[in-house]
């Protein structure tokens, strides 16, 4: 049985930053493609950033491009997001998910598998 758990999600000051992870199993860590997503009240969830399999190939929302980086490490099980520069309106639960799709990148529905989210918070 596949379960992904989230942490490290809080409250922080804008221009603060965080880091997120997500601990995997019940698969083997390089089958899967991963990705992080949030979700906003009254918003639709959307992609942040996703990772290839060996974690050489990464995408990025325009919206996070150089303040935020997906990372992953396959022998520890466990994929990340260090996230930097944060502004208030980063403020959302964050999700990280599976996908069976080599080719999935930040597109929900091409995601298999889901945490429960993190949330967090940015104040002004």
């Known amino acids: 049985q596949v379960q992904l758990v989230e942490s490290g999600g809080g409250s922080v000051q804008a221009g603060g930053s965080l880091r997120l992870s997500c601990g995997h199993s019940?698969?083997?860590?390089?089958?899967?493609?991963m990705g992080w997503f949030r979700q906003a009240p009254g918003r639709e969830r959307e992609g942040v950033a996703a990772?290839?399999?060996?974690?050489?190939?990464?995408f990025y929302a325009a919206s996070v491009k150089g303040r935020f980086t997906i990372s992953r490490d396959n022998a520890k099980n466990t994929l990340y997001l260090q996230m930097d520069s944060l502004k208030p309106e980063d403020t959302a639960i964050y999700y990280c998910?599976?996908?069976?799709?080599?080719?999935?990148?930040?597109?929900?529905?091409?995601?298999?598998?889901w945490g429960q989210g993190t949330q967090v918070a940015v104040s002004s």
């Open positions: 998910a599976a996908s069976v799709d080599s080719l999935a990148r930040l597109a929900p529905a091409r995601y298999n598998y």
């Open positions: 990772i290839s399999t060996s974690g050489q190939t990464t």
């Open positions: 019940g698969y083997t860590s390089s089958t899967f493609r």
